[in-house]
């Protein structure tokens, strides 16, 4: 068959319980209408993993899908995204993830990769372009990633076949597990990884001879020397190529939205001992890129000396670091190192383990847990020892790990304790930033398909605080100030879009987005030079617009409402106690009624109106949703 230009054109189905390996064509309606990557997982997910599909069951559906710029030399990055229903909140389940696994499998043919079913015993899944594999994987059980990736490039004698696996977390059913590529690369949140281990699935090894076809050289390579140019020249350059998203920390605390001690303060007195500075400085050793990437932003750093000295490593990104420090109380940076290191070995989503962990934290300096309750552990701030047997115990469900291995919400549901403090939206544990004073992305948490969520959103243009800008984009001054909640809904909404653009896509959203080099115009344009599909600035804001919507009719027809787009009390009722946004707190009602207006959603229910539907050309969802029950004007 021949190939699309810009796309594999084939799509893999393996279904694991009759050991059934099928191709489909790329249909023609998922290029027009939901891109790539996040939008062909969201369309397949909607249509084919209903209401009453558990998500731990065979019928969930596992998916990996790439974009029409993967595996080209566009350079700013290749990345993919893997979807199912969430165990760990029951809806939409989504994680993005770079490195190289992504332009593998688009060498070896595909755009996406459906898993289905459940193997009777453990196996892994050995792509070769044509030629699929299911591989006894009895010998990989109780593994971590590491030991896993590495057998399996010692069984295949292919030391760059590029493989995908989970640890003993998801072997676990932690709820929270994920699933890493190149070692130290997660697809992490919403436990992805826990739905492929339920599988039976330890791994997916893939190698690819093939190639991508661009339609239109000439334009494409236009294209991309304007975007080199862009990006070497512009000033977040050197700081990303330095200290990747580590360069955050700093700015967090000066700006009053870390994450300090389960967010009962918004600065750490600590913050230069961990930042991303000194890890810079002291501890990295090397840059790495993702595929075709031109800003090498990941680092290697190695300990030299002290009680982890010889460990070496990928990272960490913002996220990880910010987890292991500020947010549970640690001031050593060589310890949060190590614990990162622990977590990604063992296959966990850090942030949801440095939630369950500072929450416990938090109960325990308040006397609600004791050492009766931890197993003997002293859960004061800081405590680098139990921090570290805390992500052990979550990982293989030891006691008191048991408890938290569901995840935050579920944690305080079984303790009857310490909902009120329960830091996540819809079950998804919140991120490294203070809602209170960084509002717009607040209000992207509060709204985002997958819970508490800022990579739906990313609206970074708040942090200039340019009131021009705001202006200029949306008509309200306010909407670019971070302290300010007017303007919010049309902020999101048109963020929102982008990122969908953005993941569907599948390149990097730190470089395309928040460094502004691929705005919607630019994006048709290149889109269109690859796949030869014309594209437009309109028609790729629709395809943004579509996807959220789909996403937003999934989370409705699983009964989510307007009383769910909410975040914890603590950011509604209680001031940020000191920093630069001291005192501020997070104005959900009215920013909630401008969102929902300007994505013409219900305003009492959230639900998105049959009309809009059906100009997005979602038709059929509007019947579904009211088959299922929905009642949708």
């Known amino acids: 068959m021949p190939k699309t230009f810009g796309y594999a054109g084939k799509i893999l189905r393996i279904n694991l319980t009759r050991k059934e390996v099928k191709t489909q064509p790329t249909e023609k309606d998922l290029m027009l209408n939901f891109l790539g990557g996040r939008g062909f997982n969201a369309k397949r997910l909607y249509d084919e993993v209903g209401r009453h599909v558990q998500?731990?069951?065979?019928?969930?559906?596992?998916?990996?899908?790439?974009?029409?710029?993967?595996?080209?030399?566009?350079?700013?990055?290749?990345?993919?995204?893997?979807?199912?229903?969430?165990?760990?909140?029951?809806?939409?389940?989504?994680?993005?993830?770079?490195?190289?696994?992504?332009?593998?499998?688009?060498?070896?043919?595909?755009?996406?990769?459906?898993?289905?079913?459940?193997?009777?015993?453990?196996?892994?899944?050995?792509?070769?372009?044509?030629?699929?594999?299911?591989?006894?994987?009895?010998?990989?059980?109780?593994?971590?990633?590491?030991?896993?990736?590495?057998?399996?490039?010692?069984?295949?004698?292919?030391?760059?076949?590029?493989?995908?696996?989970?640890?003993?977390?998801?072997?676990?059913?932690?709820?929270?597990?994920?699933?890493?590529?190149?070692?130290?690369?997660?697809?992490?949140?919403?436990?992805?990884?826990?739905?492929?281990?339920?599988?039976?699935?330890?791994?997916?090894?893939?190698?690819?001879?093939?190639?991508?076809?661009i339609a239109n050289s000439k334009k494409f390579w236009k294209i991309v020397d304007e975007i080199k140019e862009e990006t070497y020249?512009?000033?977040?350059?050197?700081?990303?190529?330095?200290?990747?998203?580590?360069?955050?920390?700093?700015?967090?605390?000066?700006?009053?939205?870390?994450?300090?001690?389960?967010?009962?303060?918004?600065?750490?007195?600590?913050?230069?001992?961990?930042?991303?500075?000194?890890?810079?400085?002291?501890?990295?050793?090397?840059?790495?890129?993702?595929?075709?990437?031109?800003?090498?932003?990941?680092?290697?750093?190695?300990?030299?000396?002290?009680?982890?000295?010889?460990?070496?490593?990928?990272?960490?990104?913002?996220?990880?670091?910010?987890?292991?420090?500020?947010?549970?109380?640690?001031?050593?940076?060589?310890?949060?190192?190590?614990?990162?290191?622990?977590?990604?070995?063992?296959?966990?989503?850090?942030?949801?383990?440095?939630?369950?962990?500072?929450?416990?934290?938090?109960?325990?300096?308040?006397?609600?847990?004791?050492?009766?309750?931890?197993?003997?552990?002293?859960?004061?701030?800081?405590?680098?020892?139990?921090?570290?047997?805390?992500?052990?115990?979550?990982?293989?469900?030891?006691?008191?790990?048991?408890?938290?291995?569901?995840?935050?919400?579920?944690?305080a549901e079984k303790l009857g304790k310490g909902e009120e403090i329960a830091l996540h939206v819809k079950g998804l544990e919140i991120i490294q930033a203070d809602p209170r004073g960084l509002k717009g992305y607040g209000l992207g948490y509060a709204v985002a398909s997958r819970g508490a969520d800022h990579l739906r959103s990313e609206p970074f243009i708040e942090l200039s605080d340019n009131p021009k800008k705001g202006k200029e984009l949306f008509g309200v001054p306010e909407a670019t100030l971070r302290l300010s909640y007017r303007g919010k809904g049309k902020l999101v909404r048109y963020f929102e879009n982008w990122c969908a653009i953005i993941d569907s896509l599948e390149v990097c959203k730190n470089l395309a987005e928040n460094m502004e080099l691929l705005p919607f115009k630019k994006a048709a344009e290149i889109a269109e030079a690859v796949t030869g599909i014309h594209f437009t600035e309109d028609s790729m804001f629709e395809i943004g617009e579509r996807i959220v919507n789909l996403e937003r009719a999934y989370l409705a027809r699983e009964g989510i409402r307007r009383k769910d787009d909410y975040l914890p009390e603590r950011f509604i009722k209680e001031p940020l106690p000191n920093g630069n946004s001291k005192g501020a707190v997070f104005e959900i009602e009215p920013m909630l009624n401008e969102y929902y207006a300007e994505r013409e959603w219900d305003l009492k229910t959230g639900i998105p109106k049959a009309e809009k539907l059906r100009k997005l050309g979602l038709d059929y969802v509007v019947e579904d949703l009211r088959r299922n029950g929905v009642n949708i004007d």
Request: aromatic fraction near 8%.
């Open 55 to 213: 998500s731990l069951s065979p019928e969930n559906k596992l998916m990996f899908a790439t974009g029409p710029l993967v595996g080209t030399a566009f350079p700013l990055g290749a990345r993919f995204n893997v979807s199912a229903k969430s165990p760990l909140t029951g809806i939409f389940g989504d994680s993005n993830v770079g490195g190289h696994f992504s332009a593998e499998m688009k060498f070896a043919g595909y755009d996406q990769i459906v898993i289905e079913g459940k193997s009777p015993k453990p196996v892994y899944i050995y792509v070769k372009d044509q030629e699929v594999q299911l591989i006894d994987a009895q010998h990989l059980i109780g593994k971590d990633v590491y030991e896993t990736t590495e057998v399996i490039r010692s069984d295949l004698d292919d030391r760059s076949v590029q493989v995908a696996a989970v640890g003993p977390a998801a072997e676990n059913l932690v709820l929270y597990a994920g699933i890493f590529v190149n070692l130290a690369r997660p697809a992490a949140r919403t436990g992805m990884g826990t739905v492929m281990a339920s599988k039976n699935l330890k791994a997916i090894a893939i190698r690819g001879t093939g190639s991508v076809k």
């Open 233 to 411: 020249a512009h000033p977040q350059y050197w700081p990303r190529r330095i200290m990747g998203t580590t360069r955050i920390l700093m700015l967090a605390d000066r700006l009053g939205i870390l994450p300090t001690r389960h967010f009962t303060s918004a600065t750490f007195e600590a913050a230069t001992k961990v930042s991303g500075e000194r890890l810079a400085r002291e501890f990295n050793v090397k840059n790495r890129a993702c595929f075709s990437c031109i800003v090498p932003c990941s680092r290697f750093y190695v300990i030299r000396e002290g009680a982890y000295a010889g460990l070496f490593g990928e990272g960490p990104e913002y996220e990880a670091l910010g987890c292991f420090t500020a947010r549970v109380g640690n001031s050593d940076l060589e310890l949060a190192l190590k614990a990162v290191d622990l977590a990604n070995r063992l296959g966990l989503d850090a942030i949801t383990t440095a939630e369950c962990i500072a929450w416990a934290m938090e109960l325990y300096e308040k006397g609600e847990l004791t050492k009766k309750d931890t197993d003997g552990l002293e859960l004061k701030w800081g405590n680098g020892e139990a921090i570290l047997a805390l992500i052990r115990k979550i990982a293989y469900r030891e006691s008191f790990g048991d408890i938290l291995a569901d995840g935050v919400r579920k944690a």
